[in-house]
């Protein structure tokens, strides 16, 4: 399994949205695809202006797969990627869960 957790800075006074463009991307992107396993993206009330991303896909060829469908194109990589400031990848190893 791969994990990539993306901390987020947004410009100033985007939150909102941002968050509306998530929530249109969820579902057609990592909604829809097979290897995708979770897609979760969390706000914090303290910090405006800032999102965090955590994923999970099957495999790289996976993840490869959701950065080059449509909807992550148009959505993320277009209309989302004006929104940023900074953003960062980290890839992380999975040591314990509790299902």
């Given at each position: ?10 410009k100033a006074g ?19 695809e097979e290897g ?23 495999s790289q060829e ?38």
């Amino acid at each position: 399994m791969l994990t990539k957790v993306f901390p987020i800075e947004l410009k100033a006074g985007r939150q909102e949205e941002a968050e509306e463009l998530v929530r249109e991307f969820a579902p057609l992107g990592p909604g829809a695809e097979e290897g995708t396993l979770s897609f979760r993206v969390y706000r914090d009330p303290a910090r405006p202006d800032y999102l965090l991303f955590v994923e999970h896909f099957a495999s790289q060829e996976a993840y490869d797969a959701h950065t080059g469908s449509a909807a992550y194109k148009e959505l993320i990589a277009g209309r989302f990627a004006d929104l940023i400031v900074e953003f960062v990848e980290i890839d992380h190893e999975l040591l314990v869960a509790i299902p």
